[in-house]
């Protein structure tokens, strides 16, 4: 589907959303492309492998999407992966993996997290979404299992292979709670009430919890949520840093960021 | 399970399903296993009129590398049927291909190739 100038949506939050979901698959596909060839277990790098292929996949059917909408009109160079200069991933995938565990921890975490929108999407108005989600939330039951062994696998190790999968876990988990958006988030409310997808943030994120906190807690990884017995929902047990969050790229400002004009602290490695 | 797809061995030439199309793009491979686009349950959909055909085609999954190759592969092979003078290719994602997908040949090809199916 490709769209012409007179036929194209105008839906800001559709397209800032579509553009974040494929920026986020391109980034991880490419990190993930590192461990096809450095895996712990001969096994695990041909799962990398062909999980880089699919998170590329996904990335590659999202992108053209973007062709469809008025906004692209504002700079044609942001539709496609070769010529967009924007980054709408997290900031987590702007440098390469430290180890393994941060590998298992993005899909786990992160990618466990555009599929629970894709989840959302199933139903969406939206017909080239709707297509699409249920495709990769097939795909996605695949790297699920992946990661859910993966991240049994290192919490039973204990010591240091533990400790690193904790590490990587913490790392991750607030920019991936956010990516939601704030409960009141109006991009992610507006694909709700237009019905693009079947929950508001505060909804997804709470779904999002249900599906990680149980395995986490059997392994008996403490990480920052609890169950509200009154709502029956899991929910975030601090308050997240919005003051880092950048709305239009749907990712945190590093903690370490400074403001522009001053060096960031270390370089950035982009994916 | 196993899916069922036209072919002039159960349709007359002139049925609307298009068998000899169905039958043309069973001579189309993919390009990683030796089984047909049609029996790998690839074509979701096939329509020809006034020399067009209309393709809906779908994949194993969003990220096969082989789309290209496998499309140009169906265009080439359509345009050496009579009449047809030209092809468009839609690729949808609905339905999800799985394995109710497979012909009952598809399936056998599959596992003569040591691939559960």
């Excluded at chain 1, 709470?206 to 017995?229: N, T």
């Excluded at chain 1, 997240?240 to 590093?254: F, G, Q, T």
Aim: proline share 7%; with cysteine.
């Amino acid at each position: 589907m490709t769209g012409t100038a007179a036929a194209r949506i105008d839906n800001a939050a559709l397209f800032a959303v579509l553009a974040s979901l494929a920026d986020n698959k391109q980034a991880m596909g490419r990190r993930y492309a590192y461990w096809a060839n450095g895996a712990p277990a001969l096994e695990a790098a041909v799962a990398a492998a062909a999980m880089t292929q699919d998170e590329i996949g996904h990335a590659r059917t999202l992108y053209p999407l973007l062709e469809d909408f008025a906004q692209a009109a504002t700079d044609p160079r942001q539709v496609a992966p070769e010529t967009r200069t924007l980054r709408y991933h997290l900031a987590f995938l702007d440098r390469e993996f430290a180890g393994w565990s941060d590998f298992v921890a993005t899909n786990f975490l992160l990618d466990g997290a555009l599929t629970t929108f894709f989840e959302a999407a199933q139903h969406s108005a939206y017909e080239p979404l709707r297509q699409r989600a249920r495709k990769i939330v097939q795909e996605e039951q695949v790297h699920r299992a992946h990661a859910e062994g993966w991240v049994r696998r290192l919490a039973r190790a204990g010591g240091a292979v533990r400790q690193a999968l904790v590490s990587s876990l913490q790392r991750l988990w607030e920019e991936t709670l956010c990516w939601f958006g704030p409960d009141d988030d109006p991009v992610m409310g507006q694909l709700y009430r237009d019905g693009f997808i079947d929950a508001p943030p505060a909804e997804l994120r709470s779904r999002y919890l249900q599906h990680v906190i149980p395995l986490l807690e059997g392994l008996a990884i403490e990480m920052p949520a609890r169950f509200d017995p009154e709502s029956k929902r899991w929910l975030p047990k601090q308050a997240l840093p919005w003051e880092r969050w950048e709305a239009d790229s749907r990712r945190l400002r590093p903690a370490s960021y400074q403001a522009p004009g001053q060096a960031l602290a270390g370089g950035e490695d982009q994916p | 399970m196993t899916a069922v797809y036209p072919s002039l061995r159960t349709h007359p030439a002139d049925d609307p399903s298009c068998p000899a199309l169905w039958d043309a793009l069973r001579e189309v491979t993919d390009p990683e296993i030796p089984i047909s686009v049609v029996d790998m349950g690839l074509i979701v959909d096939l329509k020809q009129r006034d020399g067009v055909v209309n393709v809906k085609l779908t994949f194993t999954a969003l990220g096969c590398p082989a789309m290209d190759f496998i499309m140009d592969d169906i265009r080439e092979r359509l345009l050496r049927e009579p009449g047809v003078r030209s092809v468009r290719i839609e690729v949808v994602w609905d339905p999800v291909w799985s394995k109710e997908r497979l012909s009952e040949e598809g399936i056998e090809l599959m596992r003569t190739w040591g691939i559960s199916a």
